[in-house]
């Protein structure tokens, strides 16, 4: 049998580079902090490295406004440490995944500037411009996500131009033969600097309606919902065309050997299947973010699983993600002693686990002060911000706990002296080791790369399931609440022994009859052939 891509057995581990290690003392993470940094990575046992965009970029939204595609953002270091990143990288046997931002570019891009300059510009069509609507003002009722209209008015030209986020990120016209030639050699030149694979920003973008018809309303907005959500984005986003467009990418990244085409798609998950592609020549993996926001009960989690399961097209390969450098810390939403829990089922679902750094270690959404606020987007819809999942790496006790010897561009979290990375390293029960124990575990277990997934029972806290390949097999049992959970085997015939307990201190304990949980307690029993399962 062939053996699985890397990107099927490993784990990836998300980077946001400003907040990782500044190796220049500048306050800003950059790549040679990341480079310092990287055994500490291979360490945790991940095998790819997913990097924000690193480009030049006049930071509107901290590098997903590029102003050109292929260079390095000054703030971030130059190609020759690109080229010395990618190096250690892979001498550590990771791979590295780029963020590919295809659907806006800054407004101060060459293209953009071109377009612009008058009417007539060759690259007009490379953006996507419109005259005023009828009566005056924006050309349709298209809304942004930062905030107001998605139409910025040129007076120059008395024409608008359309944006999804920024006014400063104008969406380029993926309907244009040019534009889509021009992003993919961009992807060739990243692969050929050695680029293992892209995350595709916004992928579900990229194409919009080439009628332009107005989007309808939300019937279901909640009250007190950002302006742009009280529209449905049925005209914006998800289009029929995108799927021919993604088949292209693709093409560019087989191109390669070995690479990988992640996609960012925020869609219920019966839409996700599509993106797989109709023969499976789409995304490898679109992210599957259903677990981000979804309310903590075994009920619905379980629920969830299955949905998604079932809806995964036959060979696609499923994914899971518990956040980003969009979405608060899932320590803050579910509770420090519950993200064990969150851990436990991130590494042991069928797929690949994507972690967002700092999560290992248990970090926090952090409160930022009005003063110290940097995201645009919490600058446009006060509440929305997404500074506080982006603060420095916590790694020591040290002055801007070991990330930088200046002044962090967002403050540290208040607790860094008692959450860090060198404490975690010594404790054996610390969150931290929890991850390491669980990649590894992962790493080592057939049935947890590869197997199927059984859904066993989800009552009350306890949420029960199965992963199986041939004669391993493989129980976790998590307990979402706050009580004990006791519960026996139907067929009374259940044996085995821990192979990881979520506090780290029942490994290898033997497991007889029933499965006992402390309150806040997962483990995961590797089951002897006298089980037999529910
Ligand atoms: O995010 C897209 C996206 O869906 C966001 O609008 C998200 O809903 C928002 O951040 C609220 O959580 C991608 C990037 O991940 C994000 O950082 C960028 O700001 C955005 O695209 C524009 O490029």
Known sequence: MKSAPWWQSGVIYQIYPRSFQDGRGTGVGDLRGIIQRLPYVAELGVSAIWINPIFKSPMADFGYDIADYTAIDPVFGDAADFDQFIAAAHGHGLKVVLDLVPNHTSDRHPWFLESRSSEKSRKRDWYIWRNPGNGGGPPNNWLSEFGGSAWAYDADSSQYYYHAFLAAQPDLN?????????????????????????????????????????????????????????????????????????????????????????????????????????????????????????????????????????????????????????????????????????????????????????????????????????????????????????????????????????????????????????????????????????????RERRALMHGTYRPLMATGNLLLFAREIKTERILVALNLGNDPVSMSFPSKMLSGHILVSSFGDRDREPVKKTIDLRDNEGIVVGLDSATVLP
């Open 174 to 442: 993926w309907r244009n033969r040019e534009v889509r030639n021009a992003v993919y050699d961009v992807m060739r030149f990243w692969m050929q600097r050695g680029a293992d694979g892209f995350r595709i920003d916004v992928v579900w973008h990229l194409i919009k309606d080439d009628q332009f018809r107005d989007n309808p309303t939300n019937p279901d907005a909640r009250a007190g919902a950002p302006l742009h959500e009280r529209l449905l984005p049925l005209y914006t986003t998800d289009r029929p065309e995108l799927h021919q467009v993604i088949a292209e990418m693709r093409g560019v990244v087989d191109e390669f050997p070995d690479r990988v085409l992640i996609g960012e798609i925020y869609l219920p998950v019966e839409r996700l299947a599509a993106y797989y592609g109709q023969n499976l020549d789409g995304l490898h993996l679109p992210f599957n973010f259903s677990l981000l926001s979804s309310p903590w009960d075994a009920r619905v989690i379980a629920k969830l699983i299955d949905e998604y399961e079932s809806h995964l097209p036959r060979g696609g390969w499923p994914n899971w993600v518990f956040g980003n450098h969009d979405r608060p810390r899932i320590a803050t939403r579910v509770g420090a002693t519950q993200a064990r829990m969150a851990a436990m089922l991130l590494l042991t679902l069928r797929g690949t686990p994507t972690i967002y750094y700092g999560d290992e270690i248990g970090m926090k959404q952090v409160p930022i002060p009005p003063d110290r606020i940097r995201d645009p987007l919490e600058k446009s819809i006060s509440g929305l911000g997404r500074d506080g999942c982006r603060t420095p790496m916590q790694w020591d006790d040290t002055q801007h706990a070991g990330f930088s010897t200046s002044e962090p561009w967002l403050p540290i979290s208040a607790d860094f002296r008692t959450l860090n990375v060198a404490l975690q390293q010594n404790e054996s029960t610390s969150v931290y080791n929890l991850y390491r124990r669980l990649i590894r575990m992962r």
